[in-house]
């Protein structure tokens, strides 16, 4: 069974970088054809996807955060890392990470999600 596990601070100040990091159990985040994915959610809104990482270790960003994101992986402690740069209030969110399984083109695992404010 997979597991994933966010781990981060829950309080960033605004124009700060925030730093997220997804543990994974149960699985290899290098295995093919996995993407291990980036997600949040804002107060009252639908999910956003945010990025990905890919087993061959390429990435993917969603445009829409023009350039803020970067994520990376530590093969050695199986975990991938969130880094969304200049935030503001409106990045206030339940950060979530997931796997996305490249053959049956579906996200099959998640995390429970961490709460993250952007708040002076």
């Known amino acids: 069974q997979v597991q994933l596990q966010e781990s981060g601070p829950g309080l960033v100040k605004p124009s700060q970088t925030l730093s997220l990091s997804c543990t994974v159990s149960?699985?290899?985040?290098?295995?093919?054809?996995?993407?291990w994915n980036w997600i949040r959610q804002p107060p009252g809104k639908g999910l956003e996807w945010m990025g990905a990482?890919?087993?061959?270790?390429?990435?993917y960003y969603s445009p829409s955060l023009k350039g803020r994101t970067s994520i990376s992986r530590d093969t050695s402690k199986n975990h991938f890392t969130l880094q969304l740069s200049s935030v503001t209030p409106e990045d206030t969110a339940e950060y979530f990470c997931?796997?996305?399984?490249?053959?049956?083109?579906?996200?099959?695992?998640w995390g429970q999600g961490t709460q993250v404010t952007v708040s002076s």
């Open positions: 990482i890919a087993y061959s270790g390429s990435t």
């Open positions: 149960g699985g290899s985040i290098t295995t093919k054809y996995h993407y």
């Open positions: 997931a796997r996305f399984h490249g053959e049956n083109r579906d996200m099959d695992y």
